[in-house]
């Protein structure tokens, strides 16, 4: 099989309703996204269009309706894993960046990074990935800062790090700028582009166009929907 043309990621008709007091509220109704190897996608949407839904059920920080859409892995259905495949999946293929960085304030920068190593069996050679990873990312002199004495952009470029060190195949990033100044931001897209030159695969939500253009590919939700899928012109 060519794995450059058979999809990674297969994500199809997905419903997601989440309850409000007595109140069903529908978020997903029957969303469907194909992600190849190494493919960068960009998910397009204005706020309350279930873009940040549609990226916890790839990542299986949270599942659909019962019986209503499958998410495939390498042709393996989510929903079929065990607690701990589904530990190991969050863990080792799939890597997770949000807008807000989520470190912990009593570790060091460098402890953030290997966070994902020490909850998990992860492949040997961690630490110095970890290194490796902060120094290409221009962190090498902050390895023993905690958060606090980072600016946003550094925090944000550990908590790319640490979203890496276990090798994932492909990069979940939910508004990866979202709380960064536009020259900051514009560091942080950089660096994913790089990544992304390297193999990684994104699949990346946003509000801003300009940022999905970025990207290989753009699907827009609406109303819980993947309505168009629109390539991006170079």
Known sequence: ??????????????????????????????????????EWVAVLGSSGSGKSTLLHLL???DRPDPGRGEIRFRDQLLHEHSRRQRNTYRNRSIGFVFQFYHLLPELTVLENSLLPTMVAPSPPGGHERAEHLLERFGLSHRLQHRPRELSGGERQRVAIARALVNEPEVLLADEPTGNLDERTGGGILELLQQEHERGLGIVMVTHDRSIADMADRVVELHDGRVEIATPVSR
């Open 1 to 38: 099989m060519n794995e450059q043309a058979h999809p990674i990621m297969v994500a199809t008709d997905l419903y997601k309703t989440y309850k409000l007091g007595q109140v069903d509220v529908p978020v997903l109704k029957g969303a469907s996204l194909r992600v190849q190897h190494g």
């Open 59 to 61: 990542g299986d920080l």
